[in-house]
């Protein structure tokens, strides 16, 4: 069958097949895969199928259709609206609560090299707008499912809610779709109302801020080596970094609910 190039996957790429996305193999490809069988056989439809591997090493995945973003500015409409935070809290909260009961192999090997705790569920970690996949009305799901591994739920949102809100400086949010700033506080809180998360928001502050400069580090380490992909992630890398000084400049009241 012929295969055509799927946009973004700036890290690894990825191919569709006829109704199969095919993606060179990781380290970490056949411990994912043991999470989106868990996934299926919980009945969670937000995420891709595993198909196993094909002939050339590849993994294979079920494709998802409808929507994606891809690399456009400005973001198209339903990506930016209320109602596309709602699902996406939605999603995380359904995400969480399934993988809470994942148990992984003994020989798991994850993306983050954070090893597995009875206390950890496993989060997605890049449920951003690059990643979702819409259709019609609805999130049909979210793909690329590499940097899943052991979390906590904070560290899940936190990435979500940098990116979706989002908590980018005004330049950056300009140039997504946002022609004046939105209002990030309720946009923030309408987000972890949809996941139900407590009324003191404080702690996804902090996990932002970790995540940002550990996406930095690796970045900028990596592309030290010479790797292509993330020497072209260096101004996305400038960007996160502008974005952690933004997110820490936010007052206090900004992370506790309204009305509390």
Known sequence: MTEHRLPGGRSFGAVRVGDEVRRPAQPWTATVQTVLRHLEDAGFAGAPRTL??????RERLTFLPGET???PRPWPAWLRSDEALRQVGGWLRQLHTVTAAFRPPADAVWFTGRP???????GHLDASPWNVVWSGDTL???????????????????????TWVPLFPADLTEEVGFPTPPDRRHRFHLLLDAYGYPADRSPIRSAI???VARNVAVIRELAATGAPPFQAMLPWAADLERSGAETAALPDDFWQRPGR
């Open 52 to 57: 196993g591997l094909d002939d050339q090493g």
């Open 116 to 122: 597995w705790q009875p206390d950890l569920l496993i």
């Open 140 to 162: 049909a799901g979210f793909v690329d499912w590499d940097t899943a591994s052991p979390c906590q739920a904070e560290d899940d949102l936190a990435f979500s809610a940098l």
């Open 209 to 211: 801020l970790n995540r």
């Open 69 to 71: 973003l891809g690399d």
